[in-house]
């Protein structure tokens, strides 16, 4: 690990469209919004990303401009997980030179069954040899079917080159059984603002929040409220968000997200094919929403 640092929170930034290209200028607007906010950095080709839309050169073209446009203080994670060992250790490669600071690697899942623990662990090994940076793991039961465990992450974490882990499950039991088994110094990351409090209170250092990304300030503020020590503020303001959060995740998914980021300033835009937006009967119902949160 040498001195590699990562903690606090990061957004997984969504990918700008217009018409069916990615917009780098609409991307630009949306980084320097999120420069000046208190995020520890950003995530590239995540879930939200819609990463598995991109070509690979899309890919690589997006990990070399969010790094030109980020604060050099902020950090920047790429998603690189993809179905085979050799195409996953090739766009990590690439990410790496494009100037990620570290990957986000997201288990492998077309051929679930066939996924055991010893597979998903050669795999991560195999991955992390190669990786030219530090190597996150991915954990995403509900869109990969497949859970990665505490105990596999416990081995993993063994390694020099695997870092920490991003687990968006919500089952806190897992999340606290896996900060209890990893070395010290193994950094565990909340997928989801929907549990963002119980997760740092059980050892997480951080999360990589959807929400984030139209609400950075006030996730960052549980974040700081906790580490301070000032725990009613935090769960006041978890609760809060509770809802928002869940708009843009389990109930509309990137449409919510994207269409929540155009009602606050950012530019969202449509979700490319097959993805499909909101309809207007949703944006309304998704503008209360917000505006109970207090970020409208």
């Known amino acids: 690990m040498g001195s590699f640092d990562l903690e606090g929170i990061f957004a997984p930034i ?3 469209f217009e018409g069916d290209a990615i917009s780098f200028t609409r991307l630009a607007e949306n980084v320097t919004r999120w420069n000046a906010t208190r995020l520890a950095g950003l995530v590239v080709l995540g879930s939200n990303g819609e990463f598995v839309l991109l070509d690979e050169g899309e890919k690589e073209a997006l990990v070399a401009r969010v790094r030109e446009l980020a604060e050099p203080a902020k950090k920047v994670v790429a998603g690189t997980g993809c179905e085979s060992t050799r195409a996953t250790v ?70 020099p080159n695997i870092v920490g882990i991003k687990d968006s499950g919500g089952d806190i039991a897992q999340i606290a059984e896996i900060v209890r088994t990893v070395p010290d110094g193994f950094r565990v990351f909340a997928g989801s603002a929907g549990f963002l409090l119980a997760a740092l209170a059980v050892g997480a250092v951080g999360g ?61 835009g449509l979700p490319r094919a097959p993805l499909q937006p909101l309809e207007e009967p949703e944006r309304l119902e998704l503008r209360r929403i917000l505006a109970e949160a207090r970020l409208l």
């Open 208 to 268: 990589t929040l959807a929400l984030a990304n139209i609400a950075p300030d006030q996730c960052c503020d549980v974040f700081d409220h906790w580490r301070a020590g000032r725990t009613e503020e935090a769960r006041r303001l978890q609760l809060r968000l509770l809802p928002a959060n869940r708009a843009v995740t389990a109930r509309w998914g990137v449409a919510g997200l994207k269409a929540a980021m155009d009602m606050l300033g950012y530019f969202g």
């Open 14 to 16: 969504p990918t700008p």
């Open 90 to 159: 090739r766009l990590t490669k690439a990410a790496a030179g494009a100037g990620a600071d570290a990957v986000l690697v997201i288990t492998p899942h077309y051929y679930k069954g066939a996924m055991t623990e010893a597979a998903l662990e050669r795999y991560y090994k195999d991955v992390a040899e190669q990786s030219p940076v530090p190597v996150l793991l991915y954990n995403m039961p509900r869109s990969t079917g497949l859970n990665l465990t505490p105990g596999l992450a416990a081995r993993l974490a063994a390694h």
